[in-house]
């Protein structure tokens, strides 16, 4: 249902575009993330209708977006911090809620994103 693509190995400051690419329209989309040790945790969201969801913690820094009739998501993360290291994945639903923290039922499969200092 979900392919995502675009992570790699960047240093502090550098900047990544992460995509996923849907077999069809789904309401919300999002990226999540997880660090080594911790929870996933959501980084951004977006609905088909427009509504936008950031984690404080990349705010200013990460772009979401999407081209609703190509099925596409994009994450442009700049300023990349050694803390947004992660295997970022894809995520979509039906609800408004999963692009707010509670993930939707389907799944792309992980992509790593390293910042080096």
């Known amino acids: 249902q979900l392919q995502a693509s675009g992570g790699g190995l960047v240093q502090a400051g550098g900047s990544l575009n992460l995509s996923c690419t849907a077999s069809?329209?789904?309401?919300?989309m999002a990226w999540y993330r997880q660090a080594p040790g911790k929870q996933r945790e959501l980084v951004a969201g977006?609905?088909?209708?427009?509504?936008?969801n950031y984690a404080d913690s990349v705010k200013g820094r990460f772009t979401i977006s999407r081209d609703i009739p190509k099925y596409t998501m994009n994450l442009q993360m700049n300023s990349l911090k050694p803390e947004d290291t992660g295997v970022y994945y894809c995520?979509?639903?039906?609800?408004?809620?999963?692009?707010?923290?509670?993930?939707?039922?389907?799944w792309g499969q992980g992509t790593l994103v390293t910042v080096s200092s």
């Open positions: 995520n979509g639903g039906l609800f408004l809620r999963n692009m707010q923290g509670i993930p939707g039922d389907w």
């Open positions: 069809r329209s789904i309401f919300s």
């Open positions: 977006l609905s088909n209708r427009g509504h936008t």
